[in-house]
């Protein structure tokens, strides 16, 4: 197919359309992601200070991931207060060349959004908002430009290791600051948080009980942080979603009438994250609560708690996604079971995966078990108005469908540019969506009629809009702007492209 070279910006105003909470493209059983851990290394990247060996290495996952039937990847971009990007305010991090605050040579975020979407995958920036260290409390050790060795009245220690305090003001506004460069500079699905707040079980002060006072005060200040996080991003791109993935047990029972029949780990009391107050006040898209548990395990079954999340989300418009922990043989062993058991509840539209090392070694052979299930998984029914686009003679899969409004054939503008082989990148600062190559300029603006091919301006027949937080233009617009040859088959019931 012959390459289409140009450059487009799509200008995003504060009038599109989104619903908050709704995935794009979501169905039941439709997110299947996996973690991919980058701290300690663990899954990536195996070779340090290598660009391409990096860069080979996540591709060749990600193409396994894929195969299995994996739509999401959650990759680790800041596993100890530092950053697998460029940032102007935290430090490389030293999982890329062994050096903390080592320039890498390439921009590792970026390289990663860039071949994920290639392969009509969605990608989830995962963030440990707090942690500086998994081991070892010596500030000296960070590199120089480490806000928290420039900062230490940021900083807390607990069981040798060294965590920003959530109590400080400052560290809330660098973290909010945090996320927002990520969501300005780059074209991410979601900012994912897991399960780290405060360190576990950090002492409360002499006196002070687990339901009294300063208890109540620490899960404010997380309150507080989870509330801005979530305003911060959608106050740049309503359509990036915020997830978290906590402590799979939010309260037992015996600590609360609320909680779940279970006496296990509890994130309230642990790590003070009250994930309850989130998903009631909708200050997250979706929660990933970490199910690690077999079924009928004494302390927490799986069921009772996947019963019991269902249960919280329902009617909140927050998404329930279940954590599985294939490194568990237990779990893996039975993955199966556990995933016939979600389709049981309506308010489970997926799963997480961890840890990606098991997943890709078939652990217990749960890999073959997932691909399985996946395969099984019924797939999106065409409604009424809704069509198929074939470019070239190869169908293009989309993640939002095309659809036809007002008698016109609107189709989904990333999944067809990209399927003609267009480079595409977001650029938040303006709120640009960009393709480029070539001498070719188009600009669109949504709910405008006016685009401008090389500054000069056209009228479309209908004006781009907004569903489910992709942008869906006019199909004519290839016609008009790329020189395409675009035919509809009104007994298929489908769009044919022909790139010229």
């Given at each position: 197919m012959k390459k289409i070279l140009c450059t487009i910006i799509?200008?995003?105003?504060?009038?599109?359309?989104?619903?908050?909470?709704?995935?794009?493209?979501?169905?039941?059983?439709?997110?299947?992601?996996?973690?991919?851990?980058?701290?300690?290394?663990?899954?990536?990247?195996?070779?340090?200070?290598?660009?391409?060996?990096?860069?080979?290495?996540?591709i060749e996952k990600l193409d396994k991931l894929k195969a299995i039937g994996i739509n999401t990847v959650v990759v680790q971009v800041r596993p100890k207060a530092d950053a697998l990007y460029k940032s102007g305010i935290n430090p490389w991090s030293d999982v890329l060349t062994g050096t903390q605050g080592k320039d890498p040579g390439y921009d590792p975020l970026s390289f990663m959004i860039e071949e994920t979407h290639k392969r009509g995958m969605s990608f989830h920036a995962w963030l440990n908002p707090y942690r500086i260290t998994t081991s070892g409390a010596d500030l000296s050790a960070l590199s120089e430009n480490h806000p928290a060795r420039l900062h230490p009245d940021w900083v807390i220690s607990h069981n040798n290791s060294l965590c920003y305090n959530p109590e400080s003001e400052q560290v809330q506004n660098h973290i909010v600051a945090t996320v927002e460069e990520i969501v300005l500079n780059y074209n991410v699905d979601a900012i994912h948080f897991d399960d780290y707040f405060y360190p576990s079980n950090y002492p409360l002060p002499q006196g002070e009980v687990k339901d009294g006072s300063a208890a109540k005060s620490r899960i404010q200040h997380v309150n507080n942080m989870v509330q801005r996080v979530h305003a911060a991003i959608k106050n740049i791109n309503k359509n990036v979603l915020f997830g978290i993935s906590p402590i799979g047990i939010w309260k037992n029972s015996t600590n609360d009438p609320a909680g779940s029949k279970t006496s296990g780990y509890e994130s309230y009391y642990a790590v003070y994250a009250d994930t309850r107050t989130w998903i009631k006040n909708g200050w997250i898209d979706y929660v990933a609560p970490q199910i690690y548990y077999e079924t009928g395990n004494k302390e927490a079954d799986y069921e009772t708690l996947v019963r019991w999340w269902s249960n919280e989300v329902k009617g909140t418009g927050v998404q329930l996604y279940v954590g599985h922990g294939l490194y568990?043989?237990?779990?893996?062993?039975?993955?199966?079971?556990?995933?016939?058991?979600?389709?049981?509840?309506?308010?489970?539209?997926g799963s997480f995966?961890?840890?990606?090392?098991?997943?890709?070694?078939?652990?217990?052979?749960?890999?073959?078990?997932?691909?399985?299930?996946?395969?099984?998984?019924?797939?999106?029914?065409?409604?009424?108005?809704?069509?198929?686009?074939?470019?070239?003679?190869?169908?293009?899969?989309?993640?939002?469908?095309?659809?036809?409004?007002?008698?016109?054939?609107?189709?989904?503008?990333?999944?067809?540019?990209?399927?003609?082989?267009?480079?595409?990148?977001?650029?938040?600062?303006?709120?640009?969506?960009?393709?480029?190559?070539?001498d070719l300029s188009v600009r669109l603006q949504i709910a405008n009629k006016t685009a401008y091919?090389?500054?000069?301006?056209?009228?479309?027949?209908?004006?781009?809009v907004?569903?489910?937080?992709?942008?869906?233009?006019p199909l004519r617009f290839f016609s008009e702007a790329f020189s395409c040859k675009v035919e509809w088959d009104e007994a298929a019931r489908c769009v044919i492209i022909t790139s010229t």
């Amino acid at each position: 197919m012959k390459k289409i070279l140009c450059t487009i910006i799509i200008l995003i105003f504060s009038t599109v359309f989104f619903t908050p909470g709704v995935m794009a493209g979501a169905t039941p059983q439709n997110m299947q992601a996996v973690w991919m851990a980058t701290v300690l290394n663990i899954d990536f990247p195996s070779v340090k200070d290598d660009v391409a060996a990096q860069k080979n290495e996540y591709i060749e996952k990600l193409d396994k991931l894929k195969a299995i039937g994996i739509n999401t990847v959650v990759v680790q971009v800041r596993p100890k207060a530092d950053a697998l990007y460029k940032s102007g305010i935290n430090p490389w991090s030293d999982v890329l060349t062994g050096t903390q605050g080592k320039d890498p040579g390439y921009d590792p975020l970026s390289f990663m959004i860039e071949e994920t979407h290639k392969r009509g995958m969605s990608f989830h920036a995962w963030l440990n908002p707090y942690r500086i260290t998994t081991s070892g409390a010596d500030l000296s050790a960070l590199s120089e430009n480490h806000p928290a060795r420039l900062h230490p009245d940021w900083v807390i220690s607990h069981n040798n290791s060294l965590c920003y305090n959530p109590e400080s003001e400052q560290v809330q506004n660098h973290i909010v600051a945090t996320v927002e460069e990520i969501v300005l500079n780059y074209n991410v699905d979601a900012i994912h948080f897991d399960d780290y707040f405060y360190p576990s079980n950090y002492p409360l002060p002499q006196g002070e009980v687990k339901d009294g006072s300063a208890a109540k005060s620490r899960i404010q200040h997380v309150n507080n942080m989870v509330q801005r996080v979530h305003a911060a991003i959608k106050n740049i791109n309503k359509n990036v979603l915020f997830g978290i993935s906590p402590i799979g047990i939010w309260k037992n029972s015996t600590n609360d009438p609320a909680g779940s029949k279970t006496s296990g780990y509890e994130s309230y009391y642990a790590v003070y994250a009250d994930t309850r107050t989130w998903i009631k006040n909708g200050w997250i898209d979706y929660v990933a609560p970490q199910i690690y548990y077999e079924t009928g395990n004494k302390e927490a079954d799986y069921e009772t708690l996947v019963r019991w999340w269902s249960n919280e989300v329902k009617g909140t418009g927050v998404q329930l996604y279940v954590g599985h922990g294939l490194y568990k043989d237990v779990v893996a062993n039975e993955i199966d079971k556990q995933l016939d058991i979600n389709k049981k509840y309506s308010e489970v539209n997926g799963s997480f995966y961890y840890g990606m090392k098991n997943l890709l070694a078939n652990a217990a052979g749960c890999t073959e078990k997932i691909k399985l299930f996946i395969q099984s998984l019924p797939k999106p029914q065409a409604q009424p108005g809704v069509i198929q686009v074939f470019i070239d003679g190869v169908p293009v899969a989309f993640d939002v469908l095309p659809v036809i409004i007002n008698n016109r054939t609107m189709v989904p503008f990333r999944a067809v540019v990209e399927a003609l082989n267009v480079k595409v990148t977001w650029n938040g600062a303006d709120r640009t969506v960009i393709a480029t190559g070539g001498d070719l300029s188009v600009r669109l603006q949504i709910a405008n009629k006016t685009a401008y091919r090389n500054g000069a301006p056209f009228i479309l027949d209908s004006p781009p809009v907004i569903i489910n937080g992709r942008t869906l233009i006019p199909l004519r617009f290839f016609s008009e702007a790329f020189s395409c040859k675009v035919e509809w088959d009104e007994a298929a019931r489908c769009v044919i492209i022909t790139s010229t």
